[in-house]
């Protein structure tokens, strides 16, 4: 686990904008509900 995703994992409280962005981009989840950042950034990068 990297140091981005240790403090995602590490800041878990219930949020309306994590409970959007589960709505609208689950596939950025993983099975424990954990946003993957490196995933998200990469995505960000390819589409520029």
Excluded at 2 to 23: I, R, S, W, Y
Excluded at 25 to 44: A, C, M, R
């Amino acid at each position: 686990m990297n140091k981005a995703q240790k403090v995602l994992a590490d800041t878990k409280t219930p949020h309306k904008g994590m409970e959007a962005l589960k709505k609208y981009i689950p596939h950025y989840f993983d099975k424990n509900s954990n946003f993957d950042i490196v995933k998200f950034t990469t995505k960000l990068k390819t589409k520029n």
